[in-house]
């Protein structure tokens, strides 16, 4: 897969670009600011652009708001936003109309090599990546009422770890399960939602949405 | 001047009138006179009537009187001498039309004086001097052209024909120098078209001017007097007029007469009425030290302003360390130049207490300012001393607002380094560990890997801790997205339910900021204290005030003493200009209501 990363830190960004190149990935390009990142996603049509919130020159929402450029002009690069801090009214700002091919992580995931590889893989093939910080916000917030109402807890927690973008395989892992029982989780959730009958990947980013937006 | 003078001035006015009555009857006459002429006879007179000489002759000493008063009171300038000089001459002027060459050559030449100084009067009135070039100008051509015309006129008068204003009866110029009476005639026709119309209708013009000019103030004590002055003045452009034009059946000379006598007499009343009002503002300045008494600082002006017979005076307070005057509020006032309004400064011991600012007519009569000034001497240094402390408070209360504002940019850019210093340092160390953890699995040494590992366990846990730091000291997301999207994800983050009901608008930092701190720490209260159920929280703005309220229906019993965070927040919101209420009843949960104005 072929990266580019934006990132103010040299220091951060080689780092992340050393973590990528060992674990197999194409690092096309290493940028400081938002300019510099909209030319060089033109330029090296990347699978991925790895971009950090707050760069040059004011330190502000550079990152967000040249990712959602990529976004509009190069629909087939994911892109997976990093930040020092996220919200979930942020996350749902930036993505909840469309969260194929979107990530949005804390900046110091890159630290769990192994998840953070993973993240930017599925968002390099179309899929989320949605740090686990916004999607326990999410699911504090619709405790009360809305169309979540109806599923169990353990069902609840199957769709936050859907949401964050993992497989049904890393959810056995993380919550001990087994494959069947996963299974009978997220068809239940389907069904629960009122999700129309489809292939199974465009269902879990139904259930994503209806999760988001709920 | 004292009493007796002006009673001797009175008597010998009196004495002069009586006089002036008999040279007017004797030498004008009463008797209407049958003259043959080519086409019959016809009547001539009479001249004047017993009431018309007593008029005239009361005009004269009214004159005298009222400079007498004027002279008693405020305007001890030349106003006073010049009205009874007036009188005098005015006296005095009746006396031409004695029969005797001497009396009538000595006041022919000098009796007009009367008038020209009676206008003189006018345009002095009421500080004593014209005002400027062209009043200077009329006053001196009037003066000039009553001497050089009448001169003129006795240089050729040798008593055959009949002088406008005069009787029939023959009368000889002592000055007389090469006896012509038709050159001495038309001389005095000139000088009726010169004196009685032109100089007349320029004196008209320039008292409207006057008016015009005048201030507010000034035009109220002058509106009578220059009426008066003007109906005066019309009676003498028609006399001209007549001298020239056969006088129309319809306006009887009589008619004419009445006309000017009641136009001095008018112009005497205003005067002493002017004199009079003069008195009662003296007066005035005696009822105002008892009424400062009573008077509240922030309304001496006004008291002043009713004292002084001034609407538009304001007081300015000096205040010694700003080194500017302020008003009874504080406010900074930039003293006038502009001589469109006048200043008095007021001192005290050689510094500067307060200024006066006022319509410029008040200067005419110095000592009326100076007394009302003396009389609110006390209340003005306390009104300073009050202004002065009220502009300190403001002084206050901007540094205070200040402070606020620049403890809110210091703790951004202390969370602004946290993220882009710090933490970011310690993310690309823990990558440097995870690439030496990586070595090490390659060199096969378990120990070291998991060594490593826990390093950058603890290295996440501090990275962590490092952005709760910063999020306590000033949540990014406030700066941001705003008050809103901070509250909500305050919200989110909340062990315990809070429904949130709050505006999605941009307010300006300080008042989001105050705003969001008042409400971080009522819930942190709620938390440790309050084992509340329900909890809201509700920002909103309405008439320039942002009103956020935090309710809870816990234990109650906070309050801005016990709890120092409460009364920080009270302090903060109070920088703002806002207040914090704090209603928490034992047992009856806690109400915590910030009222912050703000512009937005």
């Known amino acids: 897969m072929r990266i580019v990363i934006a990132e103010d830190s040299v220091l951060l960004r080689e780092g992340i670009a050393r973590v990528l190149t060992e674990e197999g990935f194409e690092v096309a390009a290493q ?63 930036l993505f909840s109309e469309r969260p194929e091919g979107f990530g949005y992580l804390l900046k110091d995931r890159v630290l769990q090599i192994d998840e953070f590889v993973e993240s930017v893989r599925r968002v390099g093939r179309g899929g989320t990546a949605i740090d686990p910080e916004v999607v326990a916000q999410l699911v504090g917030r619709r405790a009360a009422e809305g169309p979540l109402d109806e599923l169990t807890p353990r069902e609840r927690e199957v769709l936050g770890l859907m949401a964050e973008g993992r497989s049904n395989k890393a959810i056995c892992d993380k919550l001990f399960l087994s494959p069947k029982t996963v299974e009978t989780h997220v068809n239940s959730i389907f069904g629960k939602l009122n999700l129309p009958q489809a292939p199974d990947d465009h269902r879990r980013v139904l259930a994503v949405l209806t999760f988001l937006r709920a | 001047m004292t009493r007796a003078v002006r009673i001797g001035l009175l008597v010998l006015g009196a004495g002069f009138g009586v006089v002036a009555y008999r040279a007017q009857i004797n030498g004008l006459g009463t008797t209407v006179l049958h003259v043959p002429g080519p086409s019959g006879t016809h009547t001539v007179g009479p001249f004047t009537t017993s009431g018309r000489s007593f008029a005239v002759v009361a005009v004269g000493i009214a004159f005298i009187a009222a400079g007498a008063i004027a002279w008693s009171t405020r305007y001890r300038n030349r106003i006073a001498p010049l009205m009874i000089a007036t009188g005098f001459l005015w006296l005095a002027r009746q006396l031409r039309y004695s029969h005797n060459s001497a009396l009538f050559t000595l006041f022919f030449l000098f009796g007009d004086l009367a008038y020209a100084m009676a206008g003189h009067v006018a345009l002095a009135y009421p500080s004593g001097r014209v005002r400027d070039k062209w009043e200077l100008w009329l006053v001196r051509a009037g003066y000039t052209s009553v001497l050089l015309f009448n001169f003129l006129i006795l240089l050729f008068y040798d008593g055959n024909v009949r002088l406008h204003q005069f009787d029939p009866s ?55 007097l220059l009426l008066a002055v003007a109906v005066a003045a019309l009676r003498s452009v028609w006399e001209c007029i007549f001298t020239f034009v056969d006088r129309p059946p319809s306006i009887a000379y009589n008619e004419l007469f009445w006309w000017q006598i009641f136009g001095f007499i008018a112009f005497l009343i205003a005067i002493v009425d002017g004199l009079l009002r003069a008195r009662l503002a003296h007066a005035g300045v005696g009822d105002l030290v008892l009424e400062l008494e009573r008077t509240p600082q922030h309304r001496l002006g006004e008291t002043l302003s009713r004292a002084l017979r001034d609407r538009t005076l304001e007081i300015a307070f000096w205040v010694p360390n700003r080194g500017e005057y302020v008003d009874a509020f504080g406010r900074t006032i930039v003293l006038p130049t502009d001589g469109i309004r006048a200043v ?44 002065e402390t009220r502009a300190q408070l403001a002084q206050v209360q901007e540094s205070r607002a200040r402070i606020v504002t620049a403890a809110d940019e210091e703790r951004r850019r202390i969370e602004r380094d946290i993220h882009d210093g710090a933490q970011q340092r310690l993310v690309a160390l823990g990558l440097q560990l995870r690439s030496a953890q990586r070595t090490a699995g390659a060199a096969d040494d378990p120990q070291l890997r998991k060594l490593l590992e826990g390093t950058i366990a603890e290295l996440q846990v501090a990275v962590d801790e490092l952005r709760e730091l910063a999020r306590g000291v000033h949540p990014a997301i406030l700066t941001e997205d705003g008050l809103c999207a901070a509250l909500e994800a305050l919200a989110t983050r909340s062990p315990f339910p809070i429904a949130l009901d709050v505006e999605d608008e941009r307010l300006p930092e300080p008042v989001e900021a105050t705003a969001y701190f008042v409400a971080c720490e009522a819930l942190a209260n709620v938390g440790k204290h309050s084992s509340a159920s329900n909890v809201t929280v509700e920002a909103h703005r309405h008439n320039g005030v942002l009103t956020v309220e935090i309710d809870d229906d816990g234990v109650g019993g906070a309050s801005a003493q016990n709890g120092s965070g409460l009364r920080g927040l009270a302090d903060r919101v109070e920088a703002l200009g806002g207040r914090l209420v704090i209603d928490s009843p034992d047992g009856g949960g806690t109400r915590i209501v910030a009222e912050i104005p703000c512009a937005s």
């Not at chain 1, 990152?63 to 629909?75: K, T, Y």
């Open chain 2, 344 to 387: 008095t400064k007021l001192d005290s011991d050689g510094e500067p207490v307060a200024a006066l600012i006022h319509d410029p007519s008040l200067l005419e009569d110095p000592t009326l300012v100076g007394a009302a000034a003396a009389a609110a001497r006390l209340s003005l240094e306390n009104a300073r001393l009050h202004a």
């Open chain 1, 31 to 93: 940028v400081g600011d938002a300019d510099e990142l909209q030319r060089a996603v033109k330029r090296t049509k990347p699978d991925v652009a790895i971009v950090d919130v707050r760069m040059p020159p004011t330190q502000t929402d550079e990152g967000a708001r040249a990712a959602e450029e990529i976004r509009a002009q190069h629909p087939d690069v994911g892109v997976l936003v990093l930040s020092q801090i996220v919200e979930a009214r942020r996350a749902l700002k």
């Open chain 2, 170 to 224: 023959k009368r000889r110029s002592f000055l007389l120098f090469w006896a012509n009476d038709a050159v001495a005639l038309k001389i005095q026709e000139i000088f009726v078209a010169f004196f009685y119309g032109l100089l007349a209708s320029l004196f008209i013009a320039l008292i409207v001017r006057r008016f015009i000019q005048a201030t507010p103030r000034a035009r109220r004590l002058l509106a009578p």
